[in-house]
């Protein structure tokens, strides 16, 4: 089946605790992307990645860590030093010289 | 700077009614143009796209939207609204391959 896998779909942290979030693609796209849902505030993108090895922080980047150590593999670190983590996530996938986005089913992070 | 915006949050209509989503863009060029629909808890569809050519396009589940460079606006419509149409939907603009600026979202709320 291709697609775009996130796991796990809910998840909890304790502040002040790191957690790190799975985006896994067979879609064989070179970019991949993680975008914040909050309601109202439609997606804002944290990170991306075009090419293996290399990753762009994008408009909310602070408190977030990411890694592109191989090409179907996207994962989030949420760190400590974020303040608000509590938020839906999606992670997207795009095929170049596409330019349309492929969305997974997303996490809902929840900080107790 | 770029942004894309969805000036109307929440939109209820009855079932078999017209619909019509208003989407604005603010770029320095033309960009792409989406409309992604989102249901709760779930990833984002895509609906349709404009990249160039006809300014009216037809999208999945019986959508079109229509391009107006005089209004910068791209609004997403359909002629008869299901219940199953009820769900959140994303204006997207991007200017080249790679991140996307989404609106805020739009509610749609479907009455028997």
């Known amino acids: 089946d291709g697609g775009i896998t996130q796991s796990p779909k809910y998840l909890f942290r304790k502040e002040g605790q790191n957690v790190t979030l799975s985006c896994e693609q067979n879609?064989?796209?070179?970019?991949m992307y993680w975008y914040r849902q909050d309601p109202g505030q439609g997606l804002r993108l944290i990170y991306y990645s075009q090419i293996v090895n290399d990753f762009q922080k994008g408009d909310i980047a602070e408190g977030y860590s990411v890694s592109r150590e191989k090409k179907e593999s996207f994962p989030l670190t949420v760190t400590s030093a974020q303040k608000n983590p509590t938020a839906f996530y999606l992670c997207a996938t795009e095929d170049r010289g596409s330019t349309e986005a492929f969305f997974g089913q997303g996490t809902r992070l929840t900080v107790v | 700077a770029q942004s894309v915006t969805q000036p109307d949050i929440h939109i209820t209509v009855s079932e078999g009614a017209s619909l019509e989503l208003r989407c604005n863009y603010s770029y320095g060029a033309t960009p792409y143009l989406f409309w992604y629909v989102q249901s709760p808890g779930q990833g984002l569809q895509l609906l349709l796209k404009y990249f160039s050519g006809d300014t009216l396009v037809q999208g999945i589940k019986g959508f079109e939207a229509e391009f107006k460079r005089s209004q910068s606006s791209f609004n997403l419509r359909k002629p008869s609204v299901h219940w199953s149409d009820a769900a959140e939907y994303f204006c997207?603009?991007?200017?080249?391959?790679?991140?996307?600026?989404f609106g805020q979202g739009t509610i749609l709320t479907v009455h028997p």
């Open positions: 997207a603009g991007g200017t080249s391959y790679g991140k996307l600026t």
């Open positions: 879609l064989n796209h070179d970019a």
